[in-house]
Nanobody, 120 residues
Framework: QVQLVESGGGLVQPGGSLRLSCAAS????????MGWHRQAPGKQRELVAY???????VLVDSMKGRFTISTNNAKNTVYLQMNSLKPEDTAVYYC??????????????WGQGTQVTVSS
């Protein structure tokens, strides 16, 4: 089992920034992939970004230039730095984990989610 705990969500004004953190614990393998997804009210969950323990990163095109994903492998923690936030970024943000690279058989574990609200 792998446990994922997100933190860093909250209320921010348009144009502001937030940094989300996701700490993984449990049976973590050295080759893994961790990701961030989000789900806005009434919409499906969508991928935001993911990063492998080898350092490969993938960021959804619509968020490039505003969001950055990074990791501290020693702490088994992944971060999502979000800048220039817009009201449409309002969503519950979820952390995910899979063993190996690519997650071709899906994400194996999910966090509980952290709410991000962008509003004036």
């Amino acid at each position: 089992q792998v446990q994922l705990v997100e933190s860093g969500g909250g209320l921010v004004q348009p144009g502001g920034s937030l940094r989300l953190s996701c700490a993984a614990s449990g049976r973590i393998v050295s080759r893994n992939t961790m990701g961030w997804h989000r789900q806005a009210p009434g919409k499906q969950r969508e991928l935001v970004a993911y990063i492998t323990s080898g350092g490969t990163t993938v960021l959804v095109d619509s968020m490039k230039g505003r969001f950055t994903i990074s990791t501290n492998n020693a702490k088994n923690t992944v971060y999502l730095q979000m800048n220039s936030l817009k009201p449409e970024d309002t969503a519950v943000y979820y952390c995910s984990y899979c063993s190996g690279y690519g997650c071709y058989d899906g994400w194996h574990y999910w966090g509980q989610g952290t709410q991000v609200t962008v509003s004036s």
